[in-house]
């Protein structure tokens, strides 16, 4: 018993950290030149969630690009183009940045000041 249990704690971790190290390098190589591949006649430029099962999928086809909606059993192509779609300008959001919001307490402790 004392056999099995020393060889379960060796084995154990050994186990782990090989699957760990096919799960980082081996799949994560795979898939990776998969979609990024050299030499490829289509590619994802651009994918939005629009739900859990669904989504927008833009994508190159040679010179041609193609807008698809999916859900979890169907695909369907919603607009085929000559050229890509203009971007959209979003402003920037989040929190500002360290700069300024140093500068907005200095403004305030001026006119506090004042």
């Known amino acids: 018993m004392l056999a099995a249990l020393v060889r379960l704690l060796i084995l154990l971790p050994l186990i782990c ?3 760990y190290l096919t799960v980082r390098f081996g799949l994560g190589r795979a898939r990776g030149l998969a979609m ?3 030499g490829k006649r289509m ?3 651009e994918q939005v969630s629009l739900g859990p099962k669904s989504g927008l999928s833009l994508v190159q086809v040679g010179d041609r690009y193609m807008l698809f909606a999916h ?8 607009r085929e ?5 203009d971007t959209i300008e ?3 959001q989040g929190w500002p940045g360290l700069a300024k919001a140093y ?3 200095w403004t305030r402790a001026e006119k506090r000041d004042k």
Not at 71 to 78: A, H
Not at 81 to 85: K, N, T
């Open 17 to 19: 950290v090989l699957a």
């Open 36 to 38: 990024h591949g050299a």
């Open 43 to 45: 590619r994802v430029l």
């Open 71 to 78: 859900q979890e059993s169907c695909i369907l192509l919603v």
């Open 81 to 85: 183009m000559d050229r890509p779609p």
């Open 90 to 92: 979003t402003p920037a």
């Open 103 to 105: 500068d907005n307490l």
